[in-house]
């Protein structure tokens, strides 16, 4: 495996795709390169382009300020980064062939970073990492965000919680700010340990998953606060305990975007 500084001096001149040709810089990502919590977004906007930096505009400044409501900040254990580090032109949406040639930075991303938490923000990202989840191509008519948003997958023993992209709440989608709401509390109550990850969950026994083993290495607590030990104390049984109260959380507008079933199990590690 190549060093993160391998990694990012590479991507910073890189040239795999057409979007070289367009950028002021490469947006690699930004944060703790040790960060328990990722964040990965679409790609980077107007601002990120000039600044170098992910979430610097306005859906940025919207994700902070959710972020602080649930006691998260992009400056403690957090990363962020986008599927793509170009900009697209008028920031259309990315091409296949342009996720596919810069698939590789994020994957070596995650592998140095190794977070327990990986939170998907939009459709793309969300399909990308779900990809990596059942091991095949996701149908986006099939899978729109609002039917996987707010669940914890298992992905080799880091739970992937998939929402929406903050630029859907700011053109007011309103079901989409409940969700990313609900879903970045849901994602800091793993971390805390107070909802089981994704593998325990599912009973997996993941050797790479956030459990009492990573807590007492040093340096690596991929929980911000330790949970109970599930080895001595069972957490609730996610097929008796629903997670988020989807009656009290308003889903998307189901006149646009259905959102996910209320009455489905709340925990599913593997998709459909
Ligand atoms: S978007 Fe990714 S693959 Fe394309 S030029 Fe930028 S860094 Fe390289």
């Avoid at 306005?58 to 300020?65: C, I, Q, V, Y």
Wanted: glycine share 10%; with cysteine.
């Amino acid at each position: 495996m190549r060093t993160w500084d391998d990694v990012r001096a590479d991507a910073l001149c890189c040239t795999r795709c057409r979007l070289s040709r367009g950028r002021t810089q490469v947006v690699f990502g930004v944060g703790d390169p040790k960060a328990s919590l990722m964040f990965v977004g679409e790609a980077p906007g107007f601002h990120e382009d000039r600044l170098g930096e992910p979430f610097v505009g306005r859906a940025g400044r919207l994700l902070d300020s959710l972020c602080a409501d649930v006691g998260l900040s992009r400056n403690h254990g957090v990363y962020i980064t986008n599927v793509l580090k170009c900009r697209p032109p008028a920031n259309r949406d990315p091409q296949p062939d342009e996720i596919a040639s810069c698939r590789p930075y994020l994957q070596e991303q995650l592998s140095h970073i190794d977070p327990g938490v990986v939170v998907t923000l939009g459709a793309f990202a969300t399909r990308l990492l779900l990809e990596d989840v059942t091991g095949g191509p996701i149908d986006p008519a099939r899978v729109p965000v609002s039917r996987v948003a707010g669940y914890r997958f298992d992905l080799a023993g880091r739970t992937l919680i998939p929402t929406f992209h903050p630029a859907a709440a700011l053109r007011g989608n309103e079901g989409a700010l409940a969700c990313l709401r609900r879903d970045l509390r849901l994602a800091a109550d793993v971390l805390a340990g107070r909802v089981p990850t994704a593998a325990e969950a599912l009973g997996l026994n993941r050797p790479a998953q956030p459990g009492p083993e990573h807590r007492r290495e040093p340096g690596r607590d991929r929980r911000r606060e330790p949970g109970p030990d599930p080895r001595r104390e069972p957490g609730p049984d996610p097929r008796a305990e629903p997670g988020p109260d989807r009656r009290r959380e308003p889903g998307p507008d189901r006149r646009r975007e259905p959102g996910p079933d209320p009455r489905r199990e709340p925990v599913q590690g593997r998709l459909l």
